[in-house]
C-alpha cells in the first residue's frame, strides 16, 4: 500500500511544479500506479535503499534515481543495475 | 527482490484484489498527468525528502495505527534533525522495518543528501521533509488533502526536487 500512497503523492507535487521520483521496491504495483518517474530497486520491502549502514550502496541509488530527473518520457519505471 | 507472489499470504490476496484502477492515473485528469521538466542543473537544485515510513519526532503525534482505512496525516520533518531520534510508527506486518530502525537513511537518507551537498551533486537541502504512514488502503483524504498540502509547503520552499521511498 506503501507504493499507492507514495505514487499518489508524488503526482500531486509534480502537479505543483516540482520535479519528483521514487524508489519502487514492487514493480507490479508500481506498473499499475504509474508514478512519473521511479526506480525500481530489487532490495526486500523495507529495504528502500539497500542496505543500513551501507552509505556507498545508498549514494549509488539515490544517484541512479536522481539521474531520471532528466526524463520527460513519463511513466519513466528503470531498474537499478546493482 | 520483492514480489507479490513471495508476500505473506493475507497481504498477496489483499494486493491482488485490491482496485488499484481506482487510483490510477486518468487521462482526464490534470494532476495525474502532469510532467515537471527540470530546469536547472541538480547541482542547482533543492531537494527534499518524502517518505511513507511513519517516521516521526519524539515530540510529534505518533501516527494512528488503529484508523481502518489508515492514517493519511503527514509529519514534518526539519532537515537539522538527528536520525536517530525519529521514531518508527509503521507496523505494518508487510514488511521487515528492522533495516530503518537501524539506519533511517535506508528510508529518508538526509546523511547521504548532506553528503551529496558536500560534492557539490545538489544545490540545497531543503529544510523541510515529509513523512507519511502509508497501509493507507482508503487513500481520498491522501488525494484531497494532505498530498496537496504537502506540495504546496515544499513549493513554499521553492524546492526544485523531491526524492520518496516506500517501504
Redesign the interface.
Known amino acids: 500500500?506503501?507504493?499507492?500512497?507514495?505514487g499518489?503523492?508524488?503526482?500531486?507535487?509534480?502537479?505543483?511544479?516540482?520535479?519528483?521520483?521514487?524508489?519502487?521496491?514492487?514493480r507490479?504495483?508500481t506498473e499499475?500506479?504509474?508514478?512519473?518517474r521511479a526506480l525500481f530497486v530489487?532490495?526486500?520491502?523495507?529495504?528502500?535503499?539497500?542496505?543500513?549502514?551501507n552509505?556507498e550502496l545508498?549514494?549509488r541509488i539515490?544517484?541512479a534515481?536522481?539521474a531520471l530527473?532528466?526524463r520527460?518520457d513519463?511513466?519513466v519505471l528503470e531498474t537499478f543495475a546493482t | 527482490m520483492a514480489r507479490i507472489d513471495d508476500l505473506d499470504p493475507l497481504e498477496r490476496l489483499f494486493l491482488k484484489g485490491y482496485p488499484f484502477k481506482r487510483f490510477a492515473p486518468r487521462p482526464d485528469d490534470p494532476v495525474t498527468t502532469a510532467v515537471t521538466t527540470l530546469r536547472k542543473p541538480l547541482a542547482q537544485c533543492t531537494v527534499a525528502l518524502v517518505t511513507t515510513a511513519g517516521l516521526s519526532l519524539p515530540g510529534q503525534p505518533p501516527f494512528d495505527t488503529s484508523i481502518k482505512r489508515g492514517d493519511s496525516s503527514f509529519r514534518e520533518i526539519p532537515s537539522a534533525v538527528a536520525l536517530e531520534s525519529l521514531e518508527m510508527n509503521h507496523r505494518s506486518w508487510a514488511f521487515d522495518y528492522r533495516g530503518v530502525l537501524r539506519d533511517r537513511n535506508l528510508a529518508l537518507p538526509l546523511d547521504r543528501l548532506r553528503e551529496m551537498r558536500e560534492r557539490g551533486e545538489i544545490g540545497a537541502i531543503a529544510p523541510r521533509h515529509y513523512s507519511f504512514m502509508g497501509s493507507i488502503v482508503g487513500p481520498a483524504k491522501l488525494t484531497r488533502t494532505s498530498a496537496p498540502e504537502v506540495a504546496r509547503l515544499l513549493a513554499e520552499d521553492s524546492v526544485d526536487v523531491v526524492l520518496l521511498t516506500p517501504v
Open positions: 500500500m506503501c507504493h499507492q500512497s507514495v499518489l503523492i508524488q503526482r500531486q507535487i509534480e502537479y505543483a511544479g516540482i520535479t519528483t521520483v521514487s524508489i519502487s521496491l514492487l507490479e504495483i499499475k500506479t504509474r508514478p512519473p530489487p532490495f526486500p520491502l523495507g529495504y528502500p535503499l539497500g542496505e543500513p549502514d552509505a545508498q549514494t539515490i544517484q534515481a536522481f530527473l532528466s520527460t513519463c511513466p
